[in-house]
């Protein structure tokens, strides 16, 4: 495999991300060799730091984060790679010294900036990049969620960076693109003739996407409290599981024939009015129970905060294929489990010589990646009854090759400037459009959000959701 050379400038180097996940997936990508040998990494941020006290914070708060194949030896060599830049984004002298050190030391014309910076930043990083030519063609640009609270200021974001920056060289990640069995639902689906011929109205009754949580807020009330569960997973890793499952067969695995079906499928979301909302969304604060606290007691929520910690919507696509069929969509921290899943309910045969008995297909993104058929298989004994079984497919026995963290996968996908896995524009605003009727309901509600009890599966209210369709979530199948 041919390694392409890099220069890698993260903003935000001493922020949260780039501790937890950036350095560390660079490391696991270093560590199975998959890094070009001359491939670097400048971090930069505010803080006046030279590389040897940057390193010094990376030895301490992002080493731990490396999850496997840890040895001393790769980890030097690792850091070899990484120098520190102090770079205040509103002062231009700061970019002229960020150019000469990327050009003086480069010997690849493969610039890759990742701005895991507040999205405040994006306008006057890129403004300053491009005054000292950090946009030419061989550029690429990484915009870290969220992007945007709303559509406004969302296009706001995408029109600064823009003015800069052509489609072609923005990377807008979802790190749940990165994730191998939300990918594999496209050669799941188009690569076997089993699924496809019964992948619409006809057979599927119900379609169900979860991504449940079993941590609360942890330490990032303050952000979480402004952002809420619809922003941070429904506006943008929901919806990406969601076009996985419903989009058409894309003309090929370009990153636009890609894109365009995905986007397609956002706007063919039934819209919704303010009386829709109340009738199709729950959303519900997770309260103490046992020995767990509730959301308002977490560290700096205020006692009076209305934000989701879970939400749950009944979702409609407006396509040939899927009319009618409802796509039950939610997601929610201080769950009864960690689970990441997309369910499809089939339809029940109907006069069967065994029965009305309804199959069901669940691919597990995590914690397992499993992909499990429930089916009616024979009795054991004497007589022809049957019983439920399930056919699991689990992909952690596909290959021996190493898995890799979704954040390492994508920022692979970068470096070799593939874009089939980062979002266009008009996906992400699409998306914005279709939450927005929801955020101004809940602006304008008198209605307080439901309750649930802390390590619970949600609220009464979204049972109820779903029995209107006569349905039921899957923990209750
Ligand atoms: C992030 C959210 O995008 O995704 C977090 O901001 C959430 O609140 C996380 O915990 C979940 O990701 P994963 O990969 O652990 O399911």
Sequence with gaps: QKLNNFDMVIFGATGDLAMRKLLPCLYQAHAAGLLHPQGRILGVSRSQLNTSDFLAKVEKDSKIHIKQHFTDELWQSFIQRIQYLTVDVNTPEHFQTLRQTVQSRSQTDNVIIYLSTAP???????????????????????????????????????????????????????????????????????????????????????????????????????????????????????????????????????????????????????????????????????????????????????????TETYVAIRAEIDTPRWQGVPFYLRTGKRLAARSAEIVLNFKEQENGLFGNHANRLVISLQPDETVSAKMFVKQVGNGLNVQAAEMVLDMGKTSNERRAEAYELLLREVIDGRLSLFNRRDELEKAWEWVMPILENWANSPIAPHTYAASSWGPKAAQDLLAQDGNVWLEEQ
């Design 120 to 306: 405040k930043f994006f306008a006057p990083a890129c403004k300053n990049l491009a005054e000292v030519g950090l946009n030419a063609d061989n550029v690429r640009i990484v915009l870290e969620k969220p992007l945007g609270t709303d559509l406004p200021s969302s296009q706001q974001i995408n029109a600064d960076v823009a003015q800069y920056f052509k489609e072609e060289q923005i990377y807008r990640i979802d790190h749940y693109l990165g994730k191998e069995s939300l990918q594999n639902v496209l050669p799941l689906r188009f690569g076997n003739v089993f699924f496809e011929p019964i992948w619409n109205k006809d057979f599927v009754k119900s379609v169900q996407i979860t991504i449940a949580e079993q941590l609360g807020v942890e330490e990032r009330g303050e952000f979480y409290d402004i952002t809420g569960a619809l922003r941070d997973m429904v506006q943008n890793h929901i919806i990406q599981m969601l076009c996985f499952v419903a989009m058409e067969q894309p003309k090929s695995l370009s990153a636009d024939d890609v894109r365009d079906e995905k986007l397609k499928v956002v706007a063919a979301l039934k819209p919704m009015t303010s009386a829709d909302v109340d009738k199709n969304v729950v959303r519900a604060q997770y309260v103490a129970h046992e020995s767990q606290k509730g959301y308002l007691q977490e560290n700096n929520v205020p006692a009076n905060s209305r």
